[in-house]
Nanobody
Framework: QVQLVESGGGLVQPGGSLRLSCAAS????????MSWYRQAPGKERELVAT????????SYAASVKGRFTISRDNAKNTVYLQMNSLKSEDTAVYYC????????WGQGTQVTVSS
């Protein structure tokens, strides 16, 4: 079965960095576009970044462009989100998601940006 397991979240000070990982299994990882989403308390889940199956094309939400970088290692079945210059408004639970068919989410990893 499809499994997505996020890791790498934690508490970081404003201006700091974190790298999130999402380990995938149960499907041919290299065939699917992957995305990172986030959900802050009391807010809707929002798309943060997307990477195509080969990794050649990426896209970002305006709020993170220039600070976050999505990448993937198809040999390791893993997608990453490098987050730099973190702000308090980046505090959220971060999820990875596989592209359709089907709807597959990980369990999420908490990122808290606070001094």
């Amino acid at each position: 079965q499809v499994q997505l397991v996020e890791s790498g979240g934690g508490l970081v000070q404003p201006g700091g960095s974190l790298r999130l990982s999402c380990a995938a299994s149960g499907f041919t990882f290299s065939s699917y576009t992957m995305s990172w989403y986030r959900q802050a308390p009391g807010k809707e889940r929002e798309l943060v970044a997307t990477i195509t199956s080969t990794g050649r094309t990426t896209s970002y939400a305006a709020s993170v462009k220039g600070r976050f970088t999505i990448s993937r290692d198809n040999a390791k079945n893993t997608v990453y989100l490098q987050m730099n210059s973190l702000k308090s408004e980046d505090t959220a639970v971060y999820y990875c998601k596989r592209s359709p068919p089907g709807v597959y989410w990980g369990q999420g990893t908490q990122v808290t940006v606070s001094s």
